[in-house]
């Protein structure tokens, strides 16, 4: 049996006929919030053969019912302290809402052990975010952000094709996302933050991660409100405008007020533009049209988390639960590292911070809270 290295310095080699499995330690998981993306997370994590046992902290009583059968998890409670508090619980998954309470778990999860793999925002600020870093370094812990376009084949390609150099020197690249009222509904009526923030981190993520090593320098944004400003002070729509330091440009767009179609429906297009070619991924989630008298044309598996559809997942974001577990069980690097992650922060402080001026924001700089 070929083990790969990482795999055999993780298990043993096998020396002596024995399982070479046999000193590789199973984890076992709690998953604290289980809705639409946790839910995802959870049937990652018990479908997982790395995965002993699985713990849940959820406070719906029927979305309790509905992910207990699931995934038949080991233990299920509103209480997700309790999950802290067991220390045969080797890695937190924390993926409930709102997004502004996640930082006291994160916290609460490292200071007792345990590796923490969390729903961005990590923490509200740029400096409580370098805290939980910090702390995860200063224990030996994992810790990641769930930035799943950076498992979808699509966009793993635009990322190859520029490390490659096979369209040359990037020029100019173009993101435009939107989603439909529906999950704006959803994040306006739980968040004061803005598209940008709460959605537009995947596309930023995605086109820094794509453009490495190459660093933002200048940020312009603008935003746009004329449905849900009419009752909050969340805007419909945001554009994000990136100079890079060797000249590159980046346009990212997010908006939540598409007319309602399939539940959570989320099209996006993008244009990567060099001197030597281009690349463009149409990923507005047409390509299956479900028609019906009653409710006309759907678009099924359309949603940016990703669906269940049977046995499978159509979405990264299971893929992207996969290998956390892996780097965890087998000592590997997560995927997002502690510079990267705060880099979007800046990014998008600094595009929040333009719209709210109207003028561009300079980086790299501080967290606007601070200073």
Known sequence: MDIPPQTRDAVGDGDGGGNVMADLKL????????????GIRANACARNPLVDQLHIAEIDPR?????AAETDPTSITDDW???IDDPAIDLIVIAMTPETARFPIVMAALEAGKHVFVEKPIA????????????????????????????????VYVRKALMDGAIGEPVTCL????STRELGEKITGRSKMSPTSIGGVHDLDFILWCLQPRKPVRVYSQQAGKLFSQKSDTPDHQWVMVTMDDGTTITVGIGW??????????????????????????DTHKEVQFNTVNDGIRYPMSSMPGEAVDHVFAGAMYDETKHFLEAVAYN?????????????????????????????????????TTG
């Open 81 to 83: 302290q309790t999950l």
């Open 257 to 282: 007020i598409l007319p309602a179609g399939y539940p959570n429906f989320v099209q996006a297009w993008i244009e990567v533009v060099g001197t030597e070619g281009a690349l463009t991924i149409d």
């Open 124 to 155: 509200p600020s740029i400096a409580e975010a370098e805290q939980a870093y910090a702390l995860a370094a200063s224990k030996d812990l994992k810790i990641s952000i769930g930035y799943s376009r950076r498992f979808d084949p699509r966009y």
């Open 175 to 178: 993101i435009s996302r939107h």
């Open 332 to 368: 590997r690097p997560a995927m997002v590292t502690p510079d990267e992650a705060i880099q979007v922060m800046e990014l998008y402080n600094a595009a929040d911070l333009s719209a709210e001026r109207g003028e561009p924001v300079l980086l790299p700089r501080n967290d606007a």
């Open 27 to 38: 984890l076992n998981v709690g998953v604290i919030g289980t809705g639409w993306v946790g």
């Open 63 to 67: 979305r309790q019912d509905e992910i």
